[in-house]
């Protein structure tokens, strides 16, 4: 008999959606029965990214130029677009080194999943990523 197990698992965080009131963000871990493997499904997420999977240079410049505005890792969004960690885990919110700051995963995966946004910049071609920018993320 084929068994399909999943756990449900959650995190907090302090949510820019929700005027940084702490939120719990919840995940699922599945694990494929034939194969043993795992993976990890976040809820509403299904089919978002695909929209920005393209190699079309026209359609990435136009998408490029219209996120720009809203982008929550753009320097002057970051305070107010994206979530902090709470009090109890790190009293500041967010973690910055140089140009990096890390943040808790919106769309969290595991506990303590997180982001580092390297640059100040909104898009950086991948020969624009430098050591440092790499360094600081860590």
Same mark, same amino acid.
């Given at each position: 008999? %084929?068994? +399909?197990?999943?756990?449900?698992?959650?995190?907090? %965080?302090?949510?820019?959606?929700? =005027? +940084?009131?702490? @939120?719990?963000?919840?995940?699922?871990?599945? !694990?494929?029965?034939?194969? $043993? &493997? =795992?993976? !990890?499904?976040?809820? #509403?997420?299904?089919?978002?990214?695909?929209?920005?999977?393209?190699? @079309?240079?026209?359609?990435? =410049?136009?998408?490029?130029?219209?996120?720009?505005? =809203?982008?929550?890792?753009?320097?002057?969004? %970051?305070?107010?677009?994206?979530?902090?960690?709470?009090?109890?885990?790190?009293?500041? #919110? &967010?973690?910055?080194? $140089? @140009?990096?700051?890390?943040?808790?995963?919106?769309? #969290?995966?595991?506990?303590?999943? %997180?982001?580092?946004?390297?640059?100040?910049?909104?898009?950086?071609?991948?020969? @624009?990523?430098?050591?440092?920018?790499?360094?600081? #993320? +860590?």
């Amino acid at each position: 008999m %084929i068994t +399909f197990e999943k756990t449900i698992k959650h995190t907090r %965080i302090l949510n820019p959606l929700k =005027n +940084f009131q702490e @939120d719990t963000v919840t995940f699922e871990y599945r !694990t494929d029965p034939l194969t $043993g &493997r =795992n993976t !990890t499904v976040i809820p #509403g997420m299904l089919g978002y990214m695909s929209k920005f999977l393209t190699t @079309d240079p026209e359609l990435l =410049n136009t998408l490029i130029e219209k996120t720009k505005t =809203n982008c929550p890792f753009c320097p002057e969004n %970051i305070r107010t677009k994206t979530p902090m960690f709470t009090k109890a885990f790190l009293p500041e #919110g &967010r973690i910055h080194v $140089g @140009d990096a700051t890390v943040i808790p995963n919106l769309t #969290g995966h595991a506990e303590k999943s %997180i982001l580092a946004i390297l640059s100040k910049e909104h898009h950086l071609k991948l020969a @624009d990523f430098t050591p440092e920018l790499i360094l600081n #993320g +860590f």
